[in-house]
């Protein structure tokens, strides 16, 4: 053993042998260790990262759908650096991720250098005209005119344009196209009302976070995209709705004929009620699979539950893990979560395009 101090980085890499070896039962904590008190790093195994990034999940303080956690399928692609071999990969893991609507819960780990600014792999373009309205979702803003600014000649200009992906490697960017078939959305319809169709609104099936960095044993990697499925709220009661996103109770109230005059008739909230109905209903019609805040609220005490018979604490913030809508009608509502962070775990990584505005919230997803 050497008498050299060890670093930040191998003593993470000692606790994460020990979580690894404590968890997962395989022998051969003691030589592993050895490497790292040698070596004073360690290359992960395949296996080692796999665990690494499931527990990452399962640290997620912010995350309601950690129920799963060991299920998640680890791509390790490590070795894939070249923009275009990455681009390769990242459409393989739409595709094999999205299993025809079943939806598994991917990620993909890629080698160093590899940035994607995108902040996730599927996003829709937000077009400022000069008088500042917005076609599209005003929260991309940002990123389309970066993308444009890199060489995009913007898409057809529909409300769901798909942005294409800007892949960084080693300091150069290169702008690739999604392959349609590589992106599945579904066409938003209402059970009871035929006109809500008319509004012409989808959404895509897969929401693969791309902007966060997976810490695991003292390393990082920046590009290592993730997804699982899709909480009706998110799209219903936050992207579609909010007043700075599509911003479209207004125009949902007026199609399914819920007067807007009187702020106390709840028109606003019944809006909202109908828009989360057809998006969760659309859902199902498509054969994709999405959760709902009250079985994802029922999900999630049952995590609790496990995490506590295993004897780990659960930890978790409350702000993010209540739904959008009608909080107090979940179990969650009740409760307090400690926040503590802890690792294996993710990151979010500030915007390649500039620097986020400093004493704003972190915009909730
Ligand atoms: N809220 C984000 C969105 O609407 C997605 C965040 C991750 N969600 C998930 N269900 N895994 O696109």
Redesign the pocket.
Known sequence: MSATPLTVNAREALDFLALYHQETGRPGLRSRQADVERTGTLTLSADELTFGARVAWRNSTR?V?RLPWASLTVRDLRHVTAAPDVFQELVRHLRSSFARGRIR?TMSVFGPGVHIHND?LIRYAGYRAPDGTVTGDPQNVALTEHLRRLGWAGGPGTPFDVLPLAIETHGAVTLFELPPDAVHEVRLVHPEYPAFADLGLRWHAL?V?SDMTLHVAGQQFACAPF?????GT??AA??LADQARYNLLPLVARTLCIGTRDRRALWLDRALLELNVAVLHSFDAAGVRM?DHHGAARQFQQFETYERRAGRAVRGRWSWLIPPMSPATTPTWHQTYDETEVTPNFTRQTPRWGEVPSGRCPV??
């Open positions: 995350c759908g819960p996730q929401p976070i997804n699982g499925w899709y909480l998110e799209i936050r992207n959760a909730h997803r």
